[in-house]
Structures are given as structure tokens and as C-alpha cells.
């Protein structure tokens, strides 16, 4: 018999919402799942904001999340920059950097890159590459190829990190989706098994490939960044694939 | 240092099938750039008058794309060198080709120095990238420009006028084309077309211009993998030049192995005048 599922992985950008728009049904979805008694966690590679921004946003749109919920990528970077005391050059947005107070950034002796549009100019990452060359490390907040934004899809960090890479001859270290140690982390969080757990995004390669590689259950959702044919581009098709978060929950609520 | 690959009578092993014609990479072997405009590489200049005298068929291969032909051509005179435009072998032009035979209109993600080989082009609606070594012209709105046009095409075409890492000017390094190249071959899961060096097309476009078959000719030049490396893979020997970008670790390159080394140019062209 198949295990039960007792913890639920929840993406946010694209997933719940967009920017400050609820995706539809979610918010009561979101509650017909808490009311089942199973653990959820919120694992999002949205690294433009910090997490207190972020959080402040999707209760302002109206869903009932805590702090301690929503693990995000940046706060896995930030762990990462502490053990090793690492003096970061941060290509952060401003908002983004507030995850990384009280670390020292003078005289940078690593790289550390997010969704940054406003860093992602000719002349930081000259400044990045020259860091590179000269032996830095280079920590990925994740390598995400594009996200959705307002008017439309829009390049992520990932392409840039993989320019630095392609420049420099260094690889870099990932922190984020679809990392197994990200995953792993949330799940160590919830006291969950990955044979027990499932994942809802909406990004097949980094939330259901990502999940399904370390035996975690994908549910492939059809809004955000979803582009028809997705599931197909998967080297293995994804356990589920949903119109919507919504219908995701229905198909759980019946796994339980 | 005297030049390696040398048989017993002096002869140079890459001088031992005869050559016809000369392919010439620029930067590096005749000028060594900078912010300022750069120096001559001494003896460049005689080397080049002295091939050209002795009958030489020469074609200079470029992936120069931040200026014109024209304007190459003036800023070599100011170091001596008498080259004509239709001597050059540059990407931009070569890409302006195939844009045509094609019929796509480019989004170009160029230097504006560059921009003048695609004058008069049809740049309404685009429905394919260019790309070279646009420096401050890489901003996050134009690659997204670049990056929504390739991901809502069903045939996406990226022609990237080189793959080069960085270069340098002055002081600093700076990144070429080619990171940004990779950028967009990631998010967008398509494979650049490469125009220029080490393109076999391209090096293969210069000869025919010239009508020497690719045994008959050498390509001289200062990147290990993109001059060296690119010539041979279309059967054109390959010397590199310890002058520009060479650096000693280039002679244990894991996978290049060039036909020769000499110094510099005038070395090559004291040797070919001798044993060719």
C-alpha cells in the first residue's frame, strides 16, 4: 500500500499567488488542507524579497502563514555564509540583503547570487567575475531560469549564474530548489519521511524534478511559469499534474 | 626563444607541406589593445608588407564586433598597417549574411560601435538574437528583451558573433559575449550559432575569399582554442604566437596542440620567407 501523505510542500510564487494577486481558490484550498491536520511547509526559492516582506505580503493578500512556515532559499544561503564566515559580495535586491544583516561585506571574499534585476548590470558583474577569477566561491541562491513577473516571464538568477560560471571556470554551490539538501532540510523541519511528503509547484524542472529526485511526490500545477508541454520535458512524468493549486489539494485530500 | 617544431635543417614542421595563403587573427598579433587604443606588436607591420610582397594570399580573421571594417581599418593605419576593409574577415558582417539568406530581422544585442554592419537591416517585429560583446548594452531589460523573443519562438535562432570568456582593456578584465551567450542558451534551452572564430564556417568563408583550400594555409594567431584550436578542426594548420593572450600554460593545453609556436608574427614570416 502507498504511504500516507502527511506533509505537504508548498511553492509560493506562481503556486498561491502572483506578485499580490491571490491565484484563485487558493487561500481556501490552503484551509480545507490545514483542517486535515497535516504538516505544510512553504519552500520557495523567491529571493527578491526578505522573508519578512514576503510574509507581510501573502497576509496582506489574505492567507493564514507563519514565519515559521515559509523556508526560503535566501535564509539556507545566509545559514551557509554563517558557518563558513564568509565575507559575501551580495547580488541581492535591497529588500533581499535585509536576510543577510550583520554580515560583514567588506573586502568580499565569496559571491552571492539571487533574483537581483537591479544588480544584474554589465558593471557588478564585471565586479563579481573579477572576484571569481581571483579563487572566490560562488553560492547560488538557486538557478531558476526565469520567473513570472506583472508583464510577463522574465530571466532568474540563473542564466547570470551560469555566465559568472561559463567566465570564471568556477562552479557554483546551490542552495535552493531544486537542491535534495533544500528539500531534505523542510522535510527534517515537518519530522516527515520523503515517501509521506508532497510537492506543489509550478516549476516542472526545479519543484517537481527537484522533489520527485528524492522520492517526494510532484504535483505540477498549470499557472505561473507552467507553459504547456512541461510534464513532457521531464525526464520522468511527474505523479501529478493539476490546473491549479486548488486542484492539487482536492487530489491530496483524497491521499490522506 | 626560438620557434618549437623545428626538423633538422631548421625547417619548421608546420613549413614542411607548402603554403599558399595566410589567415592573420588581429588583436594579439599585430596590436595588443587597451583603453587607450593600444600599441603595435613590433615587427607586425614589416611582417605584414613583407608576406604581402612575396605574393601572399592574406585574410585577417577577426571576432572584432564593437566597431566597423572601416573603423578597424583606420585604427590599424594609425600603427602603420595598410589594410583595405575587404581584406578583413569580421562576424558582423557574415551574420548580416546569413540574416538575409534567411530571411529573419535580429534583435541585435551589440556594442553600438558595431552597429553599423547591420544598417538599412529590417529590425521591426524581430524574430531572432544577435549577440556579441555589447559590455554596458547587457542590461537586465535588453537580455529579457532577447530571453522573451527566443522562448516565444518556435524555431529560435541566437547567433552569438563569438564564445569568448573576457578580454582585456587596460587594466581590468571584462566579460566577452560569450558568458552572456550562455545565459540565454540556459534559460532558454537553445544552442548559440556561432558566426565567427572558431566557427569552421567562418575561418572556411576567409580562405574561399581568397581561393586557397584549407591545406594550403595557415591560421596565425594568439588564442589557443578559438584561433589554434578552430583552424585545425577544418584541416587549416594552426600556429599560435607568443604575443596577446598567449600565456605559458597554453603550450600543455589539454586538448589543442598547435602546428607550431613562433614568438611573434615576424618570427612566422622570416621562417615561411626562408623554408616556404
Redesign the interface.
Known amino acids: 500500500m502507498a504511504a500516507k501523505i502527511r506533509g505537504v510542500l508548498v511553492d509560493l510564487s506562481g503556486t498561491i499567488h502572483v506578485e499580490n494577486t491571490v491565484i484563485r481558490g487558493s487561500i481556501q484550498a490552503l484551509q480545507s488542507l490545514r483542517e486535515t491536520g497535516v504538516s505544510v511547509r512553504f519552500v520557495t526559492n523567491t529571493t527578491k524579497e526578505s522573508k519578512e516582506t514576503l510574509l507581510r505580503r501573502l497576509t496582506g493578500i489574505g492567507f493564514d502563514i507563519k514565519a515559521e512556515e515559509v523556508f526560503t532559499s535566501l535564509t539556507a544561503a545566509r545559514r551557509l555564509v554563517d558557518q563558513r564566515n564568509l565575507r559575501p559580495m551580495l547580488l541581492l535586491q535591497p529588500d533581499a540583503i535585509e536576510d543577510f544583516k550583520g554580515v560583514d561585506v567588506d573586502n568580499p571574499n565569496a559571491v552571492v547570487v539571487g533574483l537581483a534585476p537591479d544588480c544584474f548590470n554589465y558593471e557588478l558583474l564585471n565586479k563579481a567575475f573579477r572576484l571569481l577569477l581571483e579563487g572566490c566561491p560562488l553560492i547560488a541562491i538557486h538557478k531558476v531560469r526565469y520567473y513570472k513577473r506583472g508583464d510577463g516571464l522574465a530571466l532568474g538568477p540563473g542564466p547570470f549564474v551560469t555566465a559568472l560560471e561559463f567566465a570564471s571556470d568556477v562552479r557554483a554551490e546551490v542552495v535552493g530548489k531544486p537542491q535534495p539538501s533544500f528539500f531534505k532540510q523542510a522535510l527534517y523541519e515537518m519530522g516527515c519521511d520523503a515517501q509521506s511528503a508532497v510537492m506543489i509547484g509550478d516549476d516542472a524542472r526545479d519543484d517537481v524534478g527537484g522533489a520527485e529526485a528524492i522520492g517526494i511526490k510532484g504535483f505540477l500545477v498549470q499557472t505561473g511559469k507552467y507553459r504547456d508541454g512541461d510534464e513532457h520535458r521531464l525526464a520522468n512524468p511527474p505523479f501529478a499534474v493539476c490546473k491549479d493549486f486548488s486542484a492539487a489539494v482536492d487530489q491530496i485530500l483524497t491521499m490522506l | 626563444m626560438a620557434a618549437t617544431g623545428e626538423e633538422t635543417d631548421g625547417r619548421p614542421s608546420w613549413l614542411v607541406r607548402k603554403i599558399r595563403g595566410l589567415l592573420l587573427d588581429i588583436s594579439g598579433v599585430l596590436y595588443n589593445g587597451s583603453e587607450g587604443g593600444g600599441e603595435v606588436i613590433p615587427g607586425s607591420v614589416e611582417a605584414v608588407e613583407k608576406l604581402k610582397a612575396a605574393g601572399y594570399k592574406v585574410q585577417f580573421c577577426t571576432n572584432e564586433d564593437q566597431c566597423t571594417r572601416e573603423q578597424l581599418v583606420h585604427k590599424l593605419a594609425r600603427f602603420g598597417f595598410k589594410l583595405l576593409p575587404t581584406e578583413l574577415h569580421a562576424p558582423s558582417p557574415v551574420a548580416r549574411k546569413l540574416l538575409q539568406e534567411r530571411n529573419l530581422r535580429p534583435l541585435l544585442l551589440m556594442h553600438p560601435g558595431g552597429l553599423a554592419e547591420f544598417e538599412g537591416m529590417d529590425f521591426l517585429n524581430p524574430n531572432c538574437v544577435v549577440i556579441g560583446g555589447a ?6 531589460e535588453r ?2 528583451k532577447a ?2 523573443l527566443l ?1 516565444n519562438s518556435d524555431n529560435p535562432v541566437l547567433l552569438a558573433t563569438g564564445c569568448g ?2 578580454y582585456r582593456s587596460g587594466s ?5 559575449g ?3 551567450t ?7 534551452d537553445v544552442k548559440a550559432e556561432i558566426v565567427g572564430k572558431p566557427a569552421a564556417t567562418f575561418f572556411l568563408a576567409a580562405l574561399e575569399g581568397i581561393h586557397v583550400s584549407p591545406e594550403d594555409a595557415v591560421m596565425i594567431g594568439d588564442d589557443i582554442v578559438s584561433d589554434v584550436g578552430g583552424a585545425q578542426a577544418c584541416g587549416i594548420r594552426g600556429v599560435q604566437v607568443r604575443t596577446g593572450k598567449f600565456r605559458p600554460e597554453d603550450e600543455n593545453h589539454p586538448t589543442v596542440k598547435p602546428d607550431g609556436y613562433v614568438d611573434n608574427l615576424a618570427q612566422a614570416v622570416d621562417l615561411i620567407l626562408k623554408y616556404n
Do not use: S
Not at chain 2, 559590455?135 to 537586465?140: A, K, L, P
Not at chain 2, 550562455?182 to 532558454?188: G, M, S
Open positions: 559590455e554596458d548594452q547587457f542590461t537586465y537580455m529579457n530571453f522573451r522562448l570568456r573576457y581590468n578584465l571584462l566579460l566577452d560569450g558568458p552572456y550562455k545565459a540565454l542558451e540556459f534559460a532558454c
